[in-house]
């Protein structure tokens, strides 16, 4: 198996990747709290760690990738309250919108998503299991906290320091704890709010302790690798690491610790108009996924990026029409003539080349999934395909599909250049309007015939076609 290694925020170095039972390799990454759409910078996180695990994938590793779902908490309930809606139907509705983003990016390798709410039982068993060892109290009011001066090691993986958190260091005294840094693991309930029976009376998970009770169920007491954005690190990672340590005397919880870097948007002033462009369907739609997953991996995933709108997608765009031209046409011949084309045979050096630089591109995403160093590579690539493209144009099936393999190999790791419904080129923004146009001429002069025929083989190319009063709609059938 091919030797990975990983930045282990925990023991701040790189490390070789070796996981407790290889090929398994256990993945849970910290997933999204639903109660707005999803914006750019939830995508960075999650194709980042999509890529992780399909590179991992690629080398052998048998990944059982596992996201949680907030779908309970103070924010969904607030925006709840606000929209007079059920928070838990508020968090469905958003989530459904969330995974069709992910689809759209071509970001599938989450194998599970389990939902907060439908790990309660094991939430008070961990809860219940804590009290009992004596490393959480139950308040007066019916919550439940867990005593962050019982677990001695906590703040080592963000390097804070519990003295930070007292008061005068803008903390709030809240009269239920027995220190400022102890958190919430079981919340009494308050009217109107999703409840559940406790022994401490009707109440609802605190935030921190579904990862650990979802862990417990899933992966046992210790697993291989935990990922999220960089803002989790604390207090929500150390909180989990002295949960889940603490309830099962088991340590480390978890051998590798991954951090990815945030997306800062620019020009956060202008908030109100921020929401709109920052919103991750809407860039899908603007620039579709292969556009954004260039822009989200050609950076290293632990340094933070800049979002700028109107810039930064543009750029990339640019950038990815670059990278991709020799692929496109080197996929149209293909798809025009099939792979068993007649043609030149591929120059030695050529062969070799390309299959090296394969080789070359899986030893630097090992590397600490350095995806911005492979995609260097792979434009070095794309600018040597330039140069020889009307050589490339004579070249028989074999040889094209052999210059194309790093193409391949950027689609199976980094999700680039997938043909999926989203990724569909502008041309289609082109012809099917023409198409249309000719449709409406046919039906003008009362050629139904050939009206219904276009229409069929729009149907055939997977367009639906919807005749309204004021002409005619189109959509792919599989965006429905
Ligand atoms: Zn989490």
Redesign the pocket.
Known sequence: MRRVTIYDSMSRATRIFAPMQPPRVGLYV??LTPYAPAHVGHGRTFVIFDMVARALRRWGYRVFYVQ?VTNLDDKLIARAAAENDDPLALAERHFAGFLRSMERLGARSVNYYPFATDYVPEILEQVKGLVDRGYAYVADDGSVYFEVAKFARYGALSGQKVEALKPGARVEVDPRKRAPEDFVIWKAATPGEPSWESPWGPGRPGW?IE?TAMTGRLFGAKYDLHG?GLD?NFP?HEA?IALSESATGLAPMVEYWMHSGLVAMTGEKMSKSIGNVSSLEQAIDDFGPGVLRLYYLNASYRSPVDFVPGKSLEEAREAYGRLSAPADRIAEILERDGPDRAGDPLPKELEEAAERLVDDLDTTLANDFNSREAIALLFGWARRLAEILPQIERLDGAGLTALAAPYAWATETLGLFERTPGARSGGWATVVPLLLAARARARARGDYAESDRIRDELRAAGVEVEDGADGSAWQFADAK
Do not use: I, Q, S, Y
């Open positions: 910290c997933g949680n921190h990862d999220g989790l929500h989990e």
